[in-house]
Each structure stands twice: as structure tokens, then as C-alpha cells.
């Protein structure tokens, strides 16, 4: 329904704004499940002790809309989907649809999504994953206007913002603007069977229509990136060099990690995170928990990252594991970043990003971080959250 429409008053309609939260989304991260997608997962996930990561993340967002919650008509499924976390940052939404309280799936997802299109949203905002893209996808095509808060563990899709908090500052914008410019933003999954196992199979489903604020808005995941032997060989002899008996190195996903450790004649997990001291792998796939127990309360340690080819993220995607209470403790002086040229070229002049989930911890590292892309060679990289 067009943001155009008119009043008998001649004042402009108010805009409404779609809410969606996938209560589950995320949860598998810190725990090293590489995802949740079915009911199986979700309960194993929280077997593990893991805690709802959409919920928070969508908060961030809503607090930043919190100053036009009086302009905007906000429509929400019960609960869980949505009505709990907008009236704790202070909305009063229409609440439309009935749910299973902890037991949502994403059937849930799409009547929800599908609802609030016939009900003229001018914007869907939903808290979640690519499963989540994914199921809205498979309902409303290209007929309404939406956005991602990230809070999945893949996020391998370009229709979520780089934060939560910038979701927030682009909805804004969107709303208030008199007819938002959008284009067009992938919509891409990974089979989480294969990828628990160490093998990475993305697929292009098709593609949403989200706000045009490409300096906004992360980009598709870029696969198969090609890492040359010879740049390989440089990075894992200039990383060797200076390593420390002693010091506990935990390495990121990756195949520049992974090929970084098999010039040490070490076996590393492709999709999860690896702790190595001494030379020998003494960890693997770890998830946040045992990172923790293993670090002790001051164990010298160091991570070792590599950015997510096409988007640039060194943490918060895919490696939620390396937490914020994580690299908080290790702290910015102790990120080893490790990259090829042709990676860094790939992400055409953007900074590499973090998105770990605490915001101290992110603006702790912003600014410069020197990169190794060889024996000997440096670039110096801008980190912005």
C-alpha cells in the first residue's frame, strides 16, 4: 500500500512499520552449532546454555526508532515475535496473529510476514538470520520494502544492516522520508547439515527489496576467494616467527586460517574455531564456554581473524563463538588479522567491520589494524562497528 496515501484531512497517512522477531535466531552461535535452523538444533542449543540473541538485537534497533514511536503506526506479532521487546523500548504496538510461546517456527515467520504486507506495512524490520530472510522471502517476494536487524550466525545475505543500531538509523530514514529509494538485496542460505561438517554450500534464492543505503547495508558473502600458495606460505611464515611457546592462539574460521595452520603440518576445522598452543592444535571447534575455561583467568592469548571476503567483517558473522566477553579479554592489541591483497581488494575501499555484540567492546576496536598479506608485508586497515 503506497506511503503516498492521503487523509480526508489532505495530511500525509502515517507510515507503518512492520516488526518480526525469530525468537531463536543467533542462539547457535556462541555455542558452536553454526546455526539453528530446525527444532532439533534449537533445543540442543539450549542444552548448551545458549540465550536468545535476536530479542537484544532487535531492542538495539527499536531504541534508536524509540524518538518517532508517536509518527508511526507499528504492527507486531504476539510475544516473542515482536510485542514483548517493543513495549520494553517503549512502543504501543497493533498486535495481530496468535503463537505457541516457545514454540514458534518458521511457519510462524511467514504467516506473520505475509499478514503484515496485506495489512500495507510501508516497512518489514525483522530480527534474524538468513532462515529467517529466507522464509519471508518465500512470501512476499518483492512485494513490500524490508530490512534485517542481524542476528543469525550465517548472514551470508545482503538485506540485513551492518548493526543493529544502523537497522535502526535506516528505518528512521526510510519512514520519514516521503518515498524511500530501495533496491534490491540477495537472499542467500547455506545447508547447516553440511556446514556443521566442514563443508560450505551457499545458495542464491532470490532477492528482497530493502532500502538503498549501500553503505548501510552488508553485502552478499563472496565465496571461493582464492588464496595463491606462494601469499599462504608468506602470511603463516610471518605469523610463525613471532609466535609465542607459551601464549594460547585461538584461530578464527576460514580458509586463510586453515591453510595458514597446515604449514605447521596442523589439521584445522574449515567453519569453526581452533586453539593452538606450542605448536599443536589443542582445541577444536570450539564454542564461547570452552574458549573461556580454556583462557583461564590469565592465560596470554591471542586470536587470529580473517575477513569474510565481500563484506569485511572480522567478527560477529559466522565466528560468534569469539564473543565480545572474548575478544574483550583478549583485547584489540592481541587481534592478529590475517588476509590476502586479493581479499582486502575485494571489499572495494570499505573498512572491515565488528559486530560482536557489545558495543564497548566495539568501539574499543575501531580505528587501524595492521593486516599481514605476506612475509614481511603489512596494510593498515580501517575497523569501524
Not at 543467533?26 to 534449537?42: N, P, Q, S, Y
Not at 543493529?164 to 540477495?186: I, K, N, Q
Not at 547439515?193 to 542464491?204: D, Y
Not at 558473522?317 to 582486502?344: C, P, T
Request: hydrophobic share 40%.
Amino acid at each position: 500500500m503506497s506511503s503516498q496515501r492521503k487523509r480526508s484531512t489532505g495530511e500525509p497517512a502515517r507510515r507503518k512499520l512492520g516488526v518480526l522477531v525469530n525468537p531463536v535466531a543467533g542462539m547457535g552461535g556462541r555455542v558452536g552449532l553454526k546455526g539453528t535452523d530446525g527444532a532439533e538444533v534449537t533445543r540442543e542449543a539450549l542444552r548448551l546454555g545458549a540465550e536468545p540473541e535476536s530479542p537484544r538485537r532487535a531492542f538495539e534497533a527499536l531504541r534508536v526508532l524509540a524518538p518517532m514511536k508517536d509518527e508511526i503506526d507499528v504492527i507486531s506479532f504476539p510475544g516473542e515475535m515482536g510485542e514483548d521487546i517493543l513495549r520494553d523500548a517503549g512502543f504501543l504496538p497493533k498486535v495481530i496473529g496468535t503463537i505457541r510461546p516457545g514454540q514458534t517456527s518458521s511457519a510462524d515467520t511467514e504467516r506473520a510476514a505475509k499478514e503484515m504486507v496485506k495489512l500495507g506495512v510501508d516497512l518489514l524490520l525483522f530480527a534474524g538470520g538468513d532462515g529467517t530472510a529466507r522464509d519471508i522471502y518465500r512470501v512476499v517476494g518483492r512485494d513490500v520494502t524490508v530490512l534485517g536487524v542481524p542476528a543469525g550466525v550465517k548472514m551470508h545475505s545482503a538485506v540485513f544492516a551492518i548493526t543493529p543500531r544502523v537497522a535502526g538509523d535506516v528505518t528512521m530514514r526510510f519512514l520519514r522520508s516521503p518515498a524511500g529509494d530501495t533496491t534490491e538485496g540477495e537472499v542467500m542460505d547455506i545447508d547447516e547439515v553440511s556446514f556443521r561438517k566442514g563443508f560450505l554450500n551457499a545458495r542464491l534464492y532470490g532477492y528482497l527489496r530493502v532500502p538503498r543505503e549501500s553503505q548501510h547495508l552488508q553485502s552478499a558473502k563472496s565465496g571461493g576467494t582464492r588464496t595463491e600458495k606462494q601469499v599462504v606460505q608468506g602470511i603463516a611464515t610471518e605469523l610463525f616467527r613471532t609466535m609465542d611457546k607459551a601464549c594460547l592462539y585461538i584461530f578464527g574460521p576460514g580458509t586463510t586460517t586453515r591453510d595458514i595452520l597446515a604449514q605447521l603440518h596442523l589439521e584445522k576445522t574449515l567453519l569453526g574455531v581452533d586453539v593452538v598452543v606450542g605448536g599443536r592444535v589443542v582445541a577444536r571447534d570450539v564454542n564461547e564456554k570452552q574458549l573461556g575455561l580454556l583462557m583461564g583467568r590469565d592465560k596470554p592469548a591471542k586470536i587470529i581473524v580473517t575477513p569474510i571476503g565481500g563484506q569485511g567483517y572480522i567478527f560477529g558473522r559466522g565466528n560468534q563463538q569469539l564473543s565480545g566477553k572474548i575478544v574483550g579479554r583478549v583485547g584489540k592489541d592481541n587481534i592478529i588479522v590475517v588476509a590476502s591483497k586479493e581479499k582486502l581488494a575485494s571489499l572495494n575501499g570499505r573498512p572491515l567491520l565488528v559486530d560482536t555484540g557489545d558495543a564497548l567492546v566495539d568501539r574499543s576496536l575501531e580505528g587501524y589494524v595492521r593486516v599481514i598479506v605476506g612475509f614481511g608485508e603489512y596494510v593498515m586497515c580501517k575497523v569501524e562497528s
